[in-house]
Protein backbone atom coordinates (compact mmCIF):
# COMPACT_ATOMS: atom_id res chain seq x y z
CA UNK A 1 0.00 0.00 0.00
CA UNK A 2 0.93 3.85 -0.07
CA UNK A 3 1.32 4.31 3.72
CA UNK A 4 3.52 1.22 3.96
CA UNK A 5 5.82 2.23 0.73
CA UNK A 6 5.89 5.38 2.18
CA UNK A 7 7.43 3.84 5.92
CA UNK A 8 9.52 1.19 4.18
CA UNK A 9 12.83 3.21 4.22
CA UNK A 10 12.21 3.69 7.60
CA UNK A 11 11.43 -0.22 8.52
CA UNK A 12 14.82 -0.47 6.37
CA UNK A 13 16.98 1.88 8.45
CA UNK A 14 16.01 0.36 11.70
CA UNK A 15 15.32 -3.08 11.04
CA UNK A 16 11.78 -2.58 12.73
CA UNK A 17 8.64 -3.71 10.37
CA UNK A 18 6.59 -3.14 13.74
CA UNK A 19 6.78 0.84 13.67
CA UNK A 20 3.31 2.35 14.54
CA UNK A 21 2.61 4.14 11.35
CA UNK A 22 2.77 0.82 9.83
CA UNK A 23 1.08 -1.28 12.20
CA UNK A 24 -2.02 1.88 13.03
CA UNK A 25 -5.08 0.37 11.84
CA UNK A 26 -8.17 2.63 10.53
CA UNK A 27 -9.74 2.14 13.94
CA UNK A 28 -6.77 3.64 15.49
CA UNK A 29 -6.98 7.22 13.49
CA UNK A 30 -10.28 7.24 13.88
CA UNK A 31 -9.97 7.49 17.61
CA UNK A 32 -7.32 9.97 16.69
CA UNK A 33 -9.90 12.15 14.72
CA UNK A 34 -12.55 11.82 17.18
CA UNK A 35 -10.50 12.81 20.04
CA UNK A 36 -9.84 16.15 18.74
CA UNK A 37 -6.55 15.41 16.13
CA UNK A 38 -5.95 16.91 12.50
CA UNK A 39 -5.16 15.00 9.59
CA UNK A 40 -4.11 16.83 6.81
CA UNK A 41 -3.50 15.27 3.26
CA UNK A 42 -1.74 16.30 -0.11
CA UNK A 43 -3.30 14.95 -2.98
CA UNK A 44 -2.04 14.85 -6.37
CA UNK A 45 -4.69 13.27 -9.97
CA UNK A 46 -7.19 11.89 -7.06
CA UNK A 47 -4.38 10.14 -5.35
CA UNK A 48 -3.18 10.71 -1.52
CA UNK A 49 0.83 11.56 -2.00
CA UNK A 50 1.47 12.65 1.70
CA UNK A 51 -0.09 13.21 4.84
CA UNK A 52 0.22 14.50 8.08
CA UNK A 53 -1.42 15.01 12.01
CA UNK A 54 -1.70 17.19 14.90
CA UNK A 55 -3.17 17.57 18.33
CA UNK A 56 -2.96 20.08 20.30
CA UNK A 57 -2.74 19.01 24.71
CA UNK A 58 -1.87 21.65 27.12
CA UNK A 59 -0.17 24.49 24.99
CA UNK A 60 1.66 21.85 22.92
CA UNK A 61 1.10 20.65 19.00
CA UNK A 62 2.41 17.28 19.04
CA UNK A 63 2.67 16.66 14.71
CA UNK A 64 3.21 13.16 13.61
CA UNK A 65 2.68 10.77 11.19
CA UNK A 66 4.44 12.64 8.29
CA UNK A 67 4.72 10.76 5.57
CA UNK A 68 5.13 11.32 1.20
CA UNK A 69 4.81 8.40 -1.24
CA UNK A 70 8.51 7.95 -2.74
CA UNK A 71 8.44 9.54 -5.82
CA UNK A 72 7.66 12.65 -4.46
CA UNK A 73 9.69 13.06 -1.36
CA UNK A 74 12.59 15.82 -2.04
CA UNK A 75 9.61 17.88 -3.82
CA UNK A 76 8.55 20.25 -1.02
CA UNK A 77 5.44 18.39 -0.34
CA UNK A 78 6.53 17.65 3.36
CA UNK A 79 7.36 20.61 3.57
CA UNK A 80 4.60 22.19 2.50
CA UNK A 81 2.13 19.88 4.99
CA UNK A 82 4.32 20.75 8.22
CA UNK A 83 3.66 24.66 7.52
CA UNK A 84 -0.30 23.92 6.27
CA UNK A 85 -0.44 22.12 10.20
CA UNK A 86 1.11 24.02 11.85
CA UNK A 87 -0.87 27.51 10.32
CA UNK A 88 -4.04 25.63 11.26
CA UNK A 89 -3.09 24.48 14.78
CA UNK A 90 -1.97 28.08 15.36
CA UNK A 91 -3.33 28.31 18.52
CA UNK A 92 -0.56 26.42 20.69
CA UNK A 93 2.34 27.87 22.10
CA UNK A 94 4.74 25.34 21.23
CA UNK A 95 5.30 22.84 18.13
CA UNK A 96 6.73 19.04 18.77
CA UNK A 97 8.06 16.69 16.51
CA UNK A 98 10.01 13.49 17.13
CA UNK A 99 11.89 11.19 14.44
CA UNK A 100 14.44 8.55 15.08
CA UNK A 101 18.24 9.04 15.47
CA UNK A 102 19.60 7.39 12.31
CA UNK A 103 16.50 9.20 10.16
CA UNK A 104 18.62 11.89 8.66
CA UNK A 105 16.48 13.44 6.45
CA UNK A 106 13.40 13.66 8.86
CA UNK A 107 16.01 15.76 11.18
CA UNK A 108 17.29 17.94 8.23
CA UNK A 109 13.38 19.03 6.90
CA UNK A 110 12.73 19.43 10.70
CA UNK A 111 15.49 21.72 11.60
CA UNK A 112 15.17 23.69 8.09
CA UNK A 113 11.32 24.71 9.51
CA UNK A 114 12.63 25.62 12.51
CA UNK A 115 12.26 23.24 15.18
CA UNK A 116 15.71 22.50 17.10
CA UNK A 117 16.66 19.36 19.26
CA UNK A 118 15.39 18.72 22.85
CA UNK A 119 16.29 15.48 23.50
CA UNK A 120 16.12 11.98 22.90
CA UNK A 121 14.67 8.98 24.63
CA UNK A 122 14.37 4.88 23.57
CA UNK A 123 11.36 3.72 22.06
CA UNK A 124 9.14 1.28 25.01
CA UNK A 125 10.10 -2.03 23.57
CA UNK A 126 9.99 -5.13 24.96
CA UNK A 127 13.34 -6.63 25.70
CA UNK A 128 14.91 -8.77 22.81
CA UNK A 129 12.91 -7.00 20.04
CA UNK A 130 13.89 -4.41 17.33
CA UNK A 131 13.80 -0.77 18.29
CA UNK A 132 17.11 -0.15 19.49
CA UNK A 133 17.81 3.54 18.94
CA UNK A 134 16.46 6.29 20.44
CA UNK A 135 14.12 8.78 19.15
CA UNK A 136 15.35 12.53 19.15
CA UNK A 137 12.63 15.12 20.15
CA UNK A 138 12.39 18.66 18.47
CA UNK A 139 10.38 21.69 19.45
CA UNK A 140 9.93 24.93 17.50
CA UNK A 141 7.85 28.29 19.22
CA UNK A 142 4.79 29.48 17.79
CA UNK A 143 5.46 32.61 15.29
CA UNK A 144 1.39 32.77 14.74
CA UNK A 145 0.70 35.31 17.71
CA UNK A 146 3.62 37.24 16.45
CA UNK A 147 2.48 37.62 13.02
CA UNK A 148 -1.37 38.20 14.20
CA UNK A 149 -0.10 40.93 16.17
CA UNK A 150 1.83 42.50 13.19
CA UNK A 151 -0.39 42.04 10.56
CA UNK A 152 -3.36 43.92 12.67
CA UNK A 153 -0.97 46.88 13.38
CA UNK A 154 -0.88 47.11 9.49
CA UNK A 155 -4.45 46.25 8.09
CA UNK A 156 -5.07 45.33 4.47
CA UNK A 157 -6.21 48.51 2.40
Known sequence: TTLFRSFE??????????IPPVTEQVEDLARYVASGGMVL?????????????????TGTCHVGRLFVVPQWQGNGVGRRLVAAL?????????????TGERSERNLSLYIRQ????????????APGSP???DLVWLEKPNPWPAILKCAGRYPAR
Open 41 to 57: KAVCGGCIIGAVRGMIE
Open 114 to 125: GYAPTGRRAPAR
Open 131 to 133: GNY
Open 9 to 18: EQCRLYDDWG
Open 86 to 98: EEELRQCDVYSIF
